[in-house]
Nanobody, 129 residues
Framework: VQLQASGGGLVQAGGSLRLSCAAS????????MGWFRQAPGKEREAVSC??????????YYTESVKGRFTLSRDNAKNSVYLQMNSVNPEDTAVYYC?????????????????????WGQGTQVTVSS
């Protein structure tokens, strides 16, 4: 599967952006999908992930984005989204969407990039102060 991330750009602090990730085929089989980001000189880190293995979806958010970012997925559109509100300069990074083949990822491991098999090409988000 190919993942195409879009929606990045330049935004002022306090503003909003909505990132989209479109898959080349159905994402129904991917119980685990996520958004990661990588700032210059830093490791790629998980921003938000979703696990739909159980009846109730489980969401992971890194501490710094809780209450500001919201992940959603639309299986009918083969897409995953990241709504980013109240952005700040620390959110500046290249954002990547990812999908995992594994059916049995522990919730505690959802933020590990090693668990993901497919990656989009990334979309740049720049927040000005």
């Amino acid at each position: 599967v190919q993942l195409q991330a879009s929606g990045g750009g330049l935004v002022q602090a306090g503003g909003s952006l909505r990132l989209s990730c479109a898959a080349s085929r159905s994402i129904f089989s991917f119980n685990v999908m996520g958004w990661f980001r990588q700032a210059p000189g830093k490791e790629r880190e998980a921003v938000s992930c979703i696990d739909t293995s159980d009846e109730t979806p489980y969401y992971y958010y890194t501490e710094s984005v809780k209450g500001r970012f919201t992940l959603s997925r639309d299986n009918a559109k083969n897409s995953v989204y990241l709504q980013m509100n109240s952005v700040n300069p620390e959110d500046t990074a290249v954002y990547y969407c990812a999908a995992a083949n594994s059916m049995g990822i522990n919730y505690s491991d959802l933020g590990l990039k090693e668990e993901y098999d497919y990656w989009g090409q990334g979309t740049q988000v720049t927040v000005s102060s």
